[in-house]
């Protein structure tokens, strides 16, 4: 392509010449990873309630960032995390930049099959919370898209039977804006206890 096609809008040229917005993005990047470092401790000091299945806690958790999920920088912590060809069982925070913090529960192979009984079980406390399920046939997108996740609340019951009883994989979400940033390790615990419980046949 010839340099002379090139043309930069104003607002890219300003981009290209404000040092200080990369370097404010540097100091955000290192206060979220202190921020998913908070997380996993509330994590941490929650998972001794509850049985595992076996390899589930062998790893501590995993934090990975990249710059390029639809476009925008994000940040992901695994935690507690099993992914194996017989499976995944995962809790996934999430940080999306301008968009939201979420926090997931993917269970998929044998960690499913395994807690699909009580999943349905446990259907009404599902609807009654602010959850949302994945409804993509691929479980590797995060965003709120009505393709992707459905709120609980949007589903009646012979839909979300249907979700849980027949998907090769179940992700159970909640999100929050990116204001309520100093609340994210007690909301993530929060909800961390709750869909686990969700996986606890309670008769």
Not at 53 to 67: A, D, H
Not at 80 to 102: C, D, E
């Amino acid at each position: 392509m010839s340099v002379s096609r090139i043309n930069l809008s104003k607002k890219e040229i300003f981009r290209i010449q404000d040092q200080d917005f990369l370097q404010s993005k540097i100091e955000i990047g290192k206060k979220i990873e202190e921020l998913m470092g908070a997380v996993e401790q509330r994590l941490e000091a929650t998972i001794k309630n509850y049985s595992w299945p076996e390899g589930v806690l062998t790893k501590s958790g995993k934090l990975s960032k990249g710059e390029n999920y639809r476009g925008l920088p994000y940040y992901m912590l695994d935690f507690p995390r099993r992914f194996s060809q017989q499976g995944v069982f995962t809790f996934r925070t999430m940080f999306w930049w301008g968009n939201f913090f979420s926090a997931t529960l993917h269970l998929s192979g044998k960690y499913l099959e395994s807690r699909r009984e009580a999943l349905l079980s446990n259907l009404e406390p599902l609807r009654s919370s602010q959850a949302y399920v994945c409804v993509h046939e691929t479980p590797w997108e995060y965003h709120y898209g009505s393709d992707n996740y459905k709120s609980v609340k949007q589903l009646n019951s012979q839909e979300l039977t249907h979700l849980i009883s027949t998907k090769p994989f179940v992700k159970i979400s909640h999100c929050w804006s990116l204001e309520q940033y100093g609340e994210i390790p007690k909301l993530v615990s929060s909800v961390f206890h709750q869909m686990l419980d969700l996986t606890i046949n309670q008769s």
